[in-house]
Nanobody, 122 residues
């Protein structure tokens, strides 16, 4: 089982960039798929991007071409580089991980961390 901590959020202007991080503790991190999710006020949590254990990325249509997910297995960390940010990207961003990719894609987790707030506003 792994424990995850999100960091790096903040206030950014429209069109700007931000990189958020997901630090993962626990053994065999390299065998886990990891997903980034977000939840805006009044909306359900949604999958933004996921990366498989071998580094293959997948993105939601709303962020494809603007966001990049990557992982550094030596640092037990997954990153989400967010470019060309829009006000509608404002949300609390969460990460989660599992060896089963289907669980990461569906987001069917019982436990979530605190997340990191990203606010896109002028």
């Amino acid at each position: 089982q792994v424990k995850l901590v999100e960091s790096g959020g903040g206030l950014v202007q429209p069109g700007g960039s931000q990189r958020i991080s997901c630090a993962v503790s626990g053994s065999a991190f390299s065998t886990y798929a990891v997903g980034w999710y977000r939840q805006a006020p009044g909306k359900q949590r949604e999958l933004v991007a996921a990366i498989t254990s071998i580094g293959s990325p997948n993105y939601a249509d709303s962020v494809r071409g603007r966001f990049t997910i990557s992982r550094d297995n030596a640092k037990n960390t997954v990153y989400l580089q967010m470019d060309s940010l829009k006000p509608e990207d404002t949300a609390v961003y969460y990460c989660n991980a599992d060896r089963a990719l289907v669980k990461v894609v569906t987001g069917a987790f019982e436990a979530w961390g605190r997340g990191t707030q990203v606010t896109v506003s002028s």
